[in-house]
């Protein structure tokens, strides 16, 4: 019976050993991978946690020198940040910080640069759209139509839909383009929740293009046979 058992367990450590010879590299590479993978994952992790809160700090510095309207320090930050921590969501709401800043010190090329820079880099499509909004606006004020529109032809979320339809119809008005400016008010006006404030603004623009949103369909004629009775 020994013996028995001992021709068993030889006969599984040949066959053990045969398996081994023919598909342990195979496995030490798997397993090589996958330790490999999780080790980079978690690497990855740390790394973006340690990018966001290095990059916070300098967020705060940006928003010290918004403040203060220390333009020159606001500059150098913001530089640092695009260089170091460009894949943040703090770089992309100080350059918006900073672009606002930019506007009201009248430097209007170095606000559409920062705008500019959310717009073709970021990677937060609410921030992005936020920033072509803007940006299409100030292009629309330098009669830069046709950019401003490009601006807005980007994708962008739904909810950002009605404003850039809305900001549209702004800059195809002002191009004299009064037909293709309603269509785009009226697009915004649909896309609007009814009790919105901004949806009566649209109202307004409507109105002053000779339109009526509000108007119901006149119900339709009674057939002759209705009207004699």
Do not use: C
């Not at 606006?137 to 962008?156: C, D």
Request: charged share 25%; glycine share 6%.
């Amino acid at each position: 019976m020994a013996k028995h058992l001992d021709l068993e367990e030889q006969e599984q450590l040949a066959e053990l050993k045969h398996f081994w010879k023919r598909y342990g590299n195979v496995i030490s590479w798997v397993l090589i991978a996958v330790f490999g993978a999780v080790a980079a994952w978690n690497g990855y992790q740390y790394w973006q946690r340690n990018q966001s809160s290095q990059a916070a700090v300098m967020y705060d510095e940006v928003e010290r020198a918004a403040v203060a309207g220390d333009v020159p320090k606001l500059e150098r930050v913001m530089t640092d940040m695009k260089d170091r921590y460009a894949g943040t969501a703090y770089a992309e709401q100080a350059a918006l910080l900073a672009a606002r800043i930019y506007q009201d010190k009248g430097n209007l090329d170095a606000a559409k640069g920062a705008l500019a820079w959310v717009a073709g880099k970021g990677k937060d499509a609410g921030y992005q759209s936020v920033a072509r909004l803007r940006l299409s606006g100030m292009l629309l004020e330098s009669r830069a139509y046709e950019e401003a529109l490009q601006q807005l032809a980007a994708p962008m979320p739904k909810d950002f839909a009605p404003l850039a339809a809305d900001r549209s119809g702004d800059i195809l008005l002002a191009q004299g383009k009064k037909a293709e400016a309603k269509a785009q008010y009226q697009s915004a006006y649909k896309a609007l929740d009814e009790r919105s404030d901004y949806r009566r603004i649209i109202e307004i623009k409507l109105n002053a293009l000779g339109v009526d949103p509000v108007v119901k369909p006149a119900a339709p004629a009674a057939s002759s046979k209705e009207a004699g009775q």
